[in-house]
């Protein structure tokens, strides 16, 4: 389907407005929801090079498989979100998303296994838990992981979340 005029006027302004990596996955969304996969495609390659962070790079993977089915540059941008990964949640995030996109465990698993080595508090350890037993089915790992959680369990917060 080719787009409008109207359309192509209103997706060149918003191009030339975006910013970040935010801004151009909006607007490559948007374009490739409307029909152009290829200007989709130019418009996610400059979200990526705005990327700055492992959220930026995971959304942006999780949005290229589902708007353009490129498994391919995916992985790529996956691989890039893992070099940034810092902390329990980003690379439970990422596992999550390889799970759900990918369908690829043991590339996640050695995600899940980052996040468990980052975990610092009940909270990281419980979500971790969470996601193991979720996406992998892994109830002996996930009972480790929240074996770790009630070790760092400070509060009554942390015990209710348990």
């Not at 930026?56 to 941008?77: C, H, S, V």
Request: net charge negative.
């Amino acid at each position: 389907m080719a787009l409008t005029k109207e359309q192509i006027k209103e997706f060149e302004e918003a191009e030339k407005e975006a910013e970040d990596s935010y801004d151009y996955r909006s607007v490559a969304d948007q374009i490739a929801e409307a029909g152009d996969k290829e200007w989709a495609k130019k418009v996610y390659g400059k979200a990526e090079k705005n990327s700055e962070d492992c959220s930026d790079f995971t959304i942006l993977a999780d949005n290229i498989i589902e708007k353009l089915g490129d498994k391919e540059w995916a992985k790529t941008i996956y691989a890039k979100a893992e070099e940034k990964g810092e902390g329990c949640s980003d690379f439970t995030t990422l596992a999550d998303s390889i799970i759900e996109k990918l369908d690829d465990k043991e590339w996640a698993k050695t995600f899940y296994g980052k996040a468990e080595e980052k975990g610092e508090d009940c909270s990281d350890f419980t979500t971790l838990a969470d996601s193991i037993i979720e996406k992998m089915n892994d109830k002996e790992w996930a009972k480790r992981i929240y074996e770790k959680a009630e070790d760092k369990a400070e509060d009554n917060d942390d015990i209710r979340a348990l």
